[in-house]
C-alpha cells in the first residue's frame, strides 16, 4: 500500500480558504500524474475529479472549480497541495489525493492509489 497521506480539511465558514495537502512517496511526486478528487456526503454521490497536476507541473481543473481552486506541488517537499479560495457550503466533501490520474473526455479520473481522504467542510 502506497502511503498518500491528506490533511488540512477543517470546518470553516463560507467565503473561507483552505489549504490541503497531501504526502506523496518521493518515487512519485515527480513522476507521475497526480491529483484531487472529492465526494460529497450521502453514499449515492460519486467521487469528483477536481484538479491534475503532471509531472511537468503542467494543471488542468473540471469545469465547475471556475478559478477558486488552485493544485500545486513541492517536489522537494514531497507534497501536493490543493488551495481553495471563496468556499461555499456546497464543496462540503471528503478530498482525496490520488496518483496516475487522466482526464478522460472532460473527465478527472484516478487509476492509481489513493489516500484516506480530508474532510472539508462548509458552513453558510
Known amino acids: 500500500q502506497v502511503p498518500l497521506v491528506e490533511s488540512g480539511g477543517d470546518s470553516v465558514q463560507a467565503g473561507g480558504s483552505l489549504r490541503l495537502s497531501c504526502a506523496v512517496p518521493?518515487?512519485?511526486?515527480?513522476?507521475?500524474?497526480l491529483g484531487w478528487f472529492r465526494q460529497a456526503p450521502g453514499t449515492e454521490r460519486e467521487r469528483e475529479g477536481v484538479a491534475t497536476v503532471d509531472s511537468d507541473g503542467r494543471t488542468s481543473y473540471a469545469d465547475f472549480v471556475k478559478g477558486r481552486f488552485t493544485i500545486s506541488k513541492d517536489n522537494a517537499k514531497n507534497i501536493l497541495y490543493l488551495q481553495i479560495d471563496s468556499l461555499k457550503p456546497e464543496d462540503t466533501a471528503m478530498y482525496y489525493c490520488?496518483?496516475?490520474?487522466?482526464?478522460?473526455?472532460?473527465?478527472?479520473?484516478?487509476?492509481?492509489?489513493w489516500g484516506q481522504g480530508t474532510q472539508v467542510t462548509v458552513s453558510s
Open positions: 518521493p518515487s512519485m511526486i515527480s513522476s507521475y500524474c
Open positions: 490520488a496518483t496516475d490520474v487522466t482526464v478522460i473526455a472532460g473527465y478527472i479520473h484516478g487509476f492509481g492509489y
